[in-house]
């Protein structure tokens, strides 16, 4: 036998070990309920992911590597069509979480994608305005004044395209004074005062509650994101992705992204 299938062999057996000792089932596979645990995994995950996962998505990754001694999980935060681009043009990564099936699909149509994405997450529009909500918004029709100063995504972003989608279905026009990149940059403009109001996901009023009240409207129901996830075809470090992807799927990933605001698939 040869020094590389001793290897391989020993590999084997250390994660067949590891699997045992976790929190797994009798067949050796991590139960739905179980941590990160138990993935015999080492190495880098570079996932990009929707500017609006940044909070969920940087605790799974602490508790992932935590739960996996040697792994680390790169992430690159910005607006899903910025991230396909760059996937497509050949950008080196392991997995791609996106805030739209369209956003998806570019990377799927180029051939990028490995096997069919995943649908993980669902998540909804909230009008974004200062702690205590001086301007009194509270309908999405209240962004057409024309002494308000809205931000909202830029159409090409799935934001953008979320927002679009409300307002026409509420017949709303509104002018903003500035179309953002991603949803981060449109709530940072709230944040620093720059605008009365944003049009922005619920999970990111949320994790910005200390700077920022989230306004509910009725027309958001007409614009609900689904987020799918894909291992890509050229992940330097497959092995890993796929234990992270479980991972965010597993009922604890769930448990996160539900109390970050995501809503379930």
């Known amino acids: 036998m040869n020094s590389r299938l001793i290897r391989s062999a020993l590999a084997g057996l250390v994660m067949a070990a590891a699997l045992t000792t976790a929190a797994c089932g009798g067949d050796g596979t991590a139960q739905p309920g179980s941590s990160a645990s138990g993935t015999g995994v080492s190495g880098d995950v570079t996932v990009f992911a929707a500017a609006s996962l940044t909070e969920s998505f940087t605790k799974l990754g602490k508790e992932f590597e935590a739960a996996n001694p040697g792994t680390k999980v790169i992430f690159n935060f910005a607006g899903s069509s910025a991230l396909a ?54 309908t999405l029709e209240n962004l057409s004044k024309p002494d308000l100063k809205v931000a909202v995504c830029a159409e090409q972003v799935p934001c953008g395209a979320a927002a679009k ?39 990111d009023a949320k994790a910005a509650s200390a700077d920022v009240d989230g306004i509910e409207f009725p027309e958001s129901a007409q614009a609900i994101n689904d987020y799918p996830i894909a291992l890509l075809k050229d992940a330097p470090h497959k092995t890993a992705a796929q234990a992270f992807l479980t991972f965010v799927i597993s009922d604890r990933g769930k448990a996160v992204l539900g109390e970050a605001g995501f809503q379930a698939p």
């Open 85 to 138: 681009t760059q996937i497509t043009q050949g950008a080196p990564a392991d997995l791609f979480a996106a805030a739209s099936p369209a956003t998806m699909k570019t990377v799927v149509d180029a051939g990028d994608a490995e096997g069919t994405p995943t649908v993980f997450v669902k998540n909804q529009l909230v009008i974004a305005v200062p702690k205590g909500n001086p301007k009194g918004i509270d």
């Open 165 to 203: 989608k409300a307002l026409d279905a509420a017949g709303v026009k509104v002018t903003p004074v500035t179309l953002e990149q991603d949803v981060k940059a449109a709530l940072q403009k709230v944040k620093l005062g720059e605008v009365d109001a944003a049009l922005v996901y619920r999970t």
